[in-house]
């Protein structure tokens, strides 16, 4: 994860907030517990007694302070010849709802103003009652009822009315956690208020890097008021609070800035399923799109990867090094994220219009008020082992070893936020210029025969590239409410 300066002293109650929102909850492994309320009133009870084991952002600003101290002292042991120490013992819970948990506990969702909240991810994957038409463009099917739902796994398509958010260094830590967590609400006692319908894992994998190979987690926003902004690295500059946080400047909705909202945020969580050796096949059989004279094959298969992605596997801008990967580029934090689109206008013979992170950070594409209020807070941990020589081999992935990304992102308005960046820009063919195409990665439409991009050559922006498949497949996914510490003690907790 990329360390942003923080300000010695924030302008927020850090005790008030959930602390995997503005920093992120330490984590090696994670593990989401998915539950349904099965006792409202014993839950509030459960819930009263709970809160403070729910890690905030001071706790958080607490436990990173401890980690880096003790990678000092790791790294010092291993320079002096001893064996390498384990990583620190450390465990971080937060909490979150969906719509159906808000309808257990008798909340109206109303008070939270966001429609794509109260509709539900599963209705708006497939723009079922949406207010715009519009949907994510996830796949779809027909359940036993002959009703469309999205084609996700079964565990996704039942009632989920919330999860707890357990991260630690092991997978040992979490479990002990999550037995507390289990204790703490009855279960497998005569009288649960909660009852664990599904869980999911992941883990860190070496580098940081998510399963196509990519550095991951470069450009978050930073946020006024949290972070120190006058020390900040070159790029984008800091968003207001309220973009992440409801009830703080900057959020769209303007009623939300006193009562029990306040210092809370949306969580979208997609279960994206990656299909590595499929990608991998389709890069090699398309390279002829960017072959230039003299260039080796390994060459021209990641050129392609890269001007797909907008960002070499080190996590380097094609934007600045537009032809060959640079691990110094990558590592320098004043170079990393300090480019911008816009200076090409119609040519893209540095970054294609399309490329993943253009689509998703439109930079100076957009003007700065309509990204600003657009940014997501994006915490993601891979899921599955990594591919395997076999499943490289025969070039299709081994459907008894999934993989792919638990991603999780935070903002004040799932409309402003992941909604819009799914839905208008990573799916929008004529985003950010006409003709420009899908998203490669992420980007899907049912209604698109056609799924391809333009500016595939650096030499020839009028090649396009066509995707017939799809390697980033969602299987599940919710949105959610995080509280703050306040808000649970009002709403979700026995007074």
């Given at each position: 994860?990329?360390?942003?300066?923080?300000?010695?002293?924030p302008?927020?109650?850090?005790?008030?907030?959930?602390?995997?929102?503005?920093?992120?909850l330490?984590?090696?492994?994670?593990?989401?517990?998915y539950?349904?309320?099965?006792d409202?009133t014993?839950?509030?009870?459960?819930m009263?007694?709970?809160?403070?084991?729910?890690?905030?952002?001071?706790?958080v600003?607490?436990?990173?302070k401890?980690?880096?101290?003790?990678?000092?002292k790791?790294?010092?042991?291993l320079?002096?010849?001893?064996?390498?120490?384990?990583?620190?013992?450390?465990?971080?819970?937060?909490?979150?709802?969906?719509?159906?948990?808000?309808e257990?506990?008798?909340?109206?969702?109303?008070?939270?103003?966001?429609?794509?909240?109260?509709?539900?991810?599963?209705?708006?994957?497939?723009?079922?009652?949406?207010?715009?038409?519009k949907?994510?463009?996830?796949?779809?099917?027909?359940?036993s009822?002959?009703?469309?739902?999205?084609?996700?796994?079964?565990?996704?398509?039942?009632?989920?009315?919330?999860f707890?958010?357990v991260?630690?260094?092991?997978?040992?830590?979490?479990?002990?956690?999550?037995?507390?967590?289990?204790?703490?609400?009855?279960?497998g006692?005569?009288?649960?208020?909660?009852?664990?319908?599904?869980?999911?894992?992941?883990?860190?994998?070496?580098?940081?890097?998510?399963?196509?190979g990519y550095?991951?987690?470069?450009?978050?926003?930073?946020?006024?008021?949290?972070?120190?902004?006058?020390?900040l690295?070159?790029?984008?500059?800091?968003?207001?609070?309220?973009?992440?946080?409801?009830?703080h400047?900057?959020?769209?909705?303007?009623?939300?800035?006193?009562?029990?909202?306040?210092?809370?945020?949306?969580?979208?969580?997609?279960?994206?399923?990656?299909?590595?050796?499929?990608?991998?096949?389709f890069?090699?059989?398309?390279?002829?799109?960017?072959?230039?004279?003299?260039?080796?094959?390994?060459?021209?298969?990641?050129?392609?990867?890269?001007?797909?992605?907008?960002?070499?596997?080190?996590?380097?801008?094609?934007?600045?090094?537009p032809?060959?990967?640079?691990?110094?580029?990558?590592?320098?934090?004043?170079?990393v994220?300090?480019?911008?689109?816009?200076?090409?206008?119609?040519?893209?013979?540095?970054?294609?219009?399309a490329?993943?992170?253009?689509?998703?950070?439109?930079r100076?594409d957009?003007?700065?008020?309509?990204v600003?209020?657009?940014?997501i807070?994006?915490?993601?941990?891979?899921?599955?082992?990594?591919?395997?020589?076999?499943?490289?081999?025969?070039?299709?992935?081994?459907?008894?070893?999934?993989r792919?990304?638990?991603?999780?992102?935070?903002?004040?308005?799932?409309?402003?936020?992941?909604?819009?960046?799914?839905?208008?820009?990573?799916?929008?063919?004529?985003?950010?210029?006409?003709?420009?195409?899908?998203?490669?990665?992420?980007?899907?439409?049912?209604?698109?025969?056609?799924?391809?991009?333009?500016?595939?050559?650096?030499?020839?922006?009028?090649?396009?590239?066509?995707?017939?498949?799809?390697?980033?497949?969602?299987?599940?996914g919710?949105?959610?409410?995080?509280p703050?510490?306040?808000?649970?003690?009002?709403?979700?907790?026995?007074?």
């Open positions: 994860m990329r360390v942003l300066p923080l300000l010695d002293e302008q927020f109650d850090l005790k008030n907030i959930q602390g995997d929102i503005l920093s992120g330490p984590r090696n492994e994670q593990t989401n517990y539950f349904t309320i099965s409202s014993l839950f509030k009870q459960h009263k007694e709970f809160i403070p084991s729910i890690t905030t952002a001071l706790n600003k607490e436990d990173r401890t980690i880096e101290d003790y990678k000092v790791r790294q010092a042991r320079l002096a010849g001893h064996s390498d120490p384990k990583l620190i013992k450390n465990v971080s819970v937060n909490v979150a709802f969906s719509k159906f948990g808000h257990a506990l008798g909340i109206d969702n109303r008070d939270l103003g966001d429609n794509a909240f109260a509709l539900g991810q599963a209705a708006d994957a497939i723009a079922k009652g949406t207010d715009d038409g949907g994510l463009g996830d796949p779809e099917t027909l359940n009822s002959g009703e469309r739902v999205p084609r996700w796994d079964p565990e996704f398509l039942q009632r989920i009315d919330g707890f958010l991260t630690g260094d092991s997978d040992k830590t979490i479990q002990e956690k999550i037995g507390d967590i289990q204790s703490a609400f009855g279960v006692s005569a009288t649960p208020s909660i009852k664990h319908v599904h869980s999911i894992s992941g883990k860190s994998l070496d580098g940081k890097i998510e399963h196509f550095k991951d987690d470069i450009s978050n926003p930073a946020v006024k008021g949290f972070h120190d902004v006058v020390s690295p070159p790029g984008p500059h800091a968003v207001n609070p309220g973009v992440i946080l409801l009830g400047p900057g959020d769209p909705n303007k009623s939300r800035n006193q009562g029990w909202t306040k210092d809370g945020s949306f969580l979208a969580f997609r279960y994206l399923h990656q299909l590595v050796p499929e990608f991998h096949r890069l090699k059989d398309n390279v002829i799109a960017i072959q230039e004279t003299g260039w080796k094959n390994e060459d021209l298969v990641n050129q392609l990867s890269a001007r797909m992605f907008g960002r070499w596997k080190s996590g380097a801008p094609i934007d600045i090094v032809f060959v990967d640079s691990k110094e580029v990558a590592e320098d934090q004043d170079l994220n300090n480019f911008r689109f816009g200076l090409e206008q119609d040519v893209q013979k540095l970054c294609p219009f490329s993943h992170i253009r689509k998703v950070m439109p100076d957009r003007s700065a008020k309509v600003d209020r657009s940014r807070m994006r915490r993601g941990i891979p899921f599955g082992k990594t591919v395997t020589a076999d499943e490289e081999a025969n070039e299709r992935s081994d459907p008894q070893t999934p792919g990304m638990i991603f999780h992102c935070y903002q004040s308005s799932i409309e402003w936020g992941f909604r819009l960046v799914q839905i208008a820009w990573a799916n929008n063919l004529d985003f950010p210029r006409p003709n420009s195409g899908l998203d490669p990665i992420i980007g899907q439409r049912k209604d698109v025969k056609e799924r391809k991009m333009s500016g595939i050559n650096p030499n020839d922006a009028s090649v396009e590239l066509e995707f017939p498949d799809q390697w980033v497949v969602p299987r599940g919710e949105y959610f409410f995080v703050s510490i306040e808000g649970l003690k009002q709403k979700y907790a026995a007074v």
